[in-house]
């Protein structure tokens, strides 16, 4: 019961730090896809709170958004980056809890697996949602906007996701090995 609660407040946490986080890019599009400010909670909650919690959280992080604050807007953007961060929470935690989280290697292994599985979800979506609209999704698109255009968030996400984990999971031990 206490580690749920745990779980699900933490996560609680991470939705609306995924909600507020992408006001640093200034509500300006462009930034904000070259950031990727949901991304960080979205990620951090499979690694932290377990993939069910991380799926959920993904899902519902860019729909929630686009209903309070209309960016990112909800056809096809919101719809599609829904299953794309559902895909990092899933993975992220599935791996990690396969493989475990102490050794950074293993935490590597999980991020860049959620980041790469994500992006192709997303791709994925994009070509259904732009099917249903008659227009294509071409992979020069796909490419551009699921990883050119994202490097900068790729750089920080590959950057500080590891260490705010590491740093996560230290604390736990610390705290395990008091009671």
């Known amino acids: 019961m206490k580690d749920k609660t745990r779980a699900l407040t933490f996560s609680a946490m991470l939705l609306a730090i995924g909600q507020v986080l992408p006001f640093i890019t200034g509500q300006i ?70 493989i475990g989280t102490d050794a950074i290697w293993k935490i590597y292994t999980s991020l860049i697996s959620a980041m790469l599985c994500g ?25 551009a906007g699921g990883f050119v255009n994202a490097v900068p968030g790729i750089i920080l996400q590959l950057i500080f996701i590891p260490l705010l984990v590491r740093v996560y999971m230290q604390r736990i031990e610390k705290r395990s090995k008091l009671n």
């Open 119 to 143: 992006r192709i979800v997303w791709g994925l979506a994009q070509i259904a949602l732009l099917g249903i609209q008659g227009n294509s999704f071409t992979f020069s698109a796909f490419l």
């Open 29 to 98: 599009p462009q930034i904000g896809k070259m950031l990727c400010p949901m991304h960080f909670p979205v990620l951090l909650c499979g690694f932290i709170c377990g993939w069910q919690y991380g799926a959920l959280i993904g899902f519902i992080c860019p729909l929630l958004r686009s209903v309070l604050f209309g960016m990112p807007v909800m056809y096809p953007s919101a719809i599609g980056m829904a299953f794309e961060l559902m895909t990092y929470g899933l993975i992220s935690g599935l791996i990690s809890k396969k």
